[in-house]
């Protein structure tokens, strides 16, 4: 089974900030990470799938980067409308796929 | 437009049975994968159980491996998971997910249904 820890679990920051969240796999995972945004009662929203190929609509300050067993997502300027709990995913198991704890982003 | 609808959750007491589905439209169900995900309240996402776009395999996480059984019908475009023997950890909303590759055993969720919650409780 691959583990994922994410950190951090929280977060805090301004808009217009900089946020950065790190998955950590257990294994080698060859860019087959995805990024989801949350938010209360509804389903995860894919935002960056291959570790760090945008999804369609979502807007550009969203970037993932990283490769083997280290991977990021950041916010290039956090906005309002990015509240919400991330979550990373690796799929790079043939049997299960698992997730990170996930991080809540609180806007201050 | 892809669309995936869950139905089915509900309350039932510990050993009770109950038994999801997913309804999926706008895509050729029969070339992917499914998977069901979960959330209990307040908690994280958890993996719970895959099936090939032929049926032929299925996968679980090892808290519900011998009580849940996946399975699909091609001919109706539906994803089913037969929970059997739940325990109150097994509460929470369950989401039918699927990527957007055909043919593929490992993909990103691409796309979601909305959730049905379970909830285990006497």
């Known amino acids: 089974d691959i583990q994922m820890t994410q950190s951090p679990s929280t977060l805090s920051a301004s808009v217009g900030d900089r946020v950065t969240i790190t998955c950590r796999a257990s294994?080698?995972?060859?860019?087959?990470l995805a990024w989801y945004q949350q938010k209360p009662g509804k389903a995860p929203k894919l935002l960056i799938f291959?570790?760090?190929s945008l999804v369609s609509g979502v807007p550009s300050r969203f970037s993932g980067s990283g490769s083997g067993t280290e991977y990021t997502l950041i916010i290039s300027s956090l906005q309002p409308d990015d509240a919400a709990t991330y979550y990373c995913h690796q799929y790079k198991g043939y049997i299960e796929s698992s997730f990170g704890q996930g991080t809540n982003v609180e806007i201050k | 437009e892809v669309q995936l609808l869950e139905s089915g959750g509900g309350l039932v007491q510990p050993g009770g049975s109950l038994r999801l589905s997913c309804a999926a439209s706008g895509f050729t169900f029969s070339s992917y994968s499914m998977t069901w995900v979960r959330q209990a309240p307040g908690r994280g996402l958890e993996w719970v159980s895959r099936?090939?776009?032929?049926?032929?395999?299925?996968y679980y996480i090892d808290s519900v491996r011998g009580r849940f059984t996946i399975s699909r019908d091609n001919s109706k475009n539906t994803l089913y998971v037969q929970m059997n023997s739940l325990r109150v950890e097994d509460t929470a909303v369950y989401y039918c997910a699927t990527g957007r590759n055909a043919n593929w055993d490992s993909d990103a969720f691409h796309f979601w249904g909305q959730g049905t919650m379970v909830t285990v409780s006497s």
């Open positions: 291959e570790a760090s």
């Open positions: 294994q080698y995972l060859s860019n087959s």
């Open positions: 099936i090939t776009w032929t049926g032929t395999g299925t």
